[in-house]
């Protein structure tokens, strides 16, 4: 299996990774709270509504400091756009010329590193004007 292949696999595979697994994991919680609230039903115990309420949401909650995570979204994009222009320098013997298709996702990560920066800093100044 050529490079010509197997990058496109490689970059969908992970791009399917980085969408599905945070999904099966927050299945995952939801389903063992569900099981830990109909086992303590079955045993006839009382549930705090409190509790019950935290167990049912969700164990993920939205950060506190925006700006500082699209920040940080946004720099670990860039690094990544930055690691598939090395390898695309280091498939063709760092020759200069890079012909292939490694320069295509680095193209799309760096694009959305500088837009997640770019968020940031506009959210920074918005939290800035509030206060």
Known sequence: MGADVFVPFVF??????IILVPIWL????????HALISQALEK?????????RQLTE???KPPKDRARS???SGVVLLAL???????AFALDDFSGTVEGGMMVPAAILGAL??????????????KKKEQ
């Not at 969908?12 to 990774?17: E, I, K, P, S, V």
């Open 12 to 17: 969908f595979g992970f791009l399917g990774a």
């Open 26 to 33: 927050k299945e995952r919680t939801k389903r063992s709270a």
């Open 44 to 52: 006839g115990q009382q549930l705090d509504p409190a509790i019950l």
């Open 58 to 60: 969700g164990a993920t």
């Open 70 to 72: 699209t920040l940080g």
């Open 81 to 87: 756009a930055i690691g598939f222009v090395i390898g």
């Open 113 to 126: 590193g500088f837009a997640f920066i770019l968020l940031a800093i506009v959210d920074y100044s918005a």
